[in-house]
């Protein structure tokens, strides 16, 4: 079988993929590699020689490739044909399957500027947002705090999502769990409970271009590392 005619472009280069590997003891080994095609049905794949030999491999199992294409992503099966060195495996495609990304589900590790009040604050001693790492989805967000909250405590947060334009929101989230102390600060996870469905769209898409640009960095990265071994 031939991929889609979308996934041919994408693999006319070098494509990141997450691969998983048979192996005789039932578990699949995870290993992030890269991916082009190697004629109408074949896929030549590289992965980081000291994951080779991999232990285990079952010779006649399927192999899965996650292509990740940031709207949506596609599992790959293919069956191998070649596999003598962790620079030159040839898969041959038997069948290919599309998902859209659940925006709802998907959280990035990013940073925003973030501010946060308690109820009942004054106005005048209200913080200004701060550059902040938040693991955020638009579902809520978790970070480390350095003022302690208490789980089922309701805050309202004013973020600040980067980009070509800087977006401005207000919401109300509920506090779910508050974490040991670190160094940083106590990771404190909270869910949205109040807020705009305009501003719910703006964290979506948020989402979405930061994790495209994670995914094209990633891919940047594993060319020039597997391109040096």
């Excluded at 006319?12 to 699949?28: C, F, L, M, N, Q």
């Excluded at 089922?152 to 508050?178: D, M, R, S, Y």
């Excluded at 600060?185 to 769209?201: Q, S, W, Y």
């Amino acid at each position: 079988m031939t991929l889609s005619d979308d996934l041919l472009n994408v693999f006319h280069e070098w494509h990141t993929v997450e691969i998983s590997v048979p192996t005789r003891h039932g578990d699949a080994m995870q290993i992030d590699g890269i991916a082009r095609m190697n004629g109408p049905s074949y896929l030549e794949s590289q992965i980081f020689p000291p994951h080779w030999p991999i232990s285990g491999l079952d010779p006649d199992g399927d192999w899965r490739l996650l292509c990740d294409q940031g709207l949506h992503f596609t599992l790959i099966h293919a069956t191998p044909e070649r596999l003598e060195h962790p620079r030159q495996i040839r898969l041959k495609i038997k069948r290919q399957e599309r998902c859209d990304h659940q925006r709802q589900n998907l959280r990035v590790d990013t940073d925003i500027y973030l501010a946060w009040w308690k109820r009942k604050t004054p106005l005048a001693t209200r913080s200004q947002p701060i550059r902040t790492h938040v693991s955020l989805s638009n579902q809520g967000l978790s970070f480390a705090a350095g003022e302690e909250f208490s789980p089922g405590e309701l805050v309202t947060l004013h973020l600040i999502l980067p980009g070509t334009t800087l977006e401005h929101l207000q919401c109300k989230a509920q506090v779910l769990n508050v974490g040991e102390e670190t160094k940083k600060g106590r990771k404190t996870a909270l869910k949205i409970v109040h807020i705009m469905p305009e501003d719910t769209e703006k964290i979506s898409l948020f989402c979405l271009a930061e994790h495209f640009r994670s995914m094209q960095a990633k891919a940047r990265l594993m060319t020039l590392m597997l391109g040096s071994w």
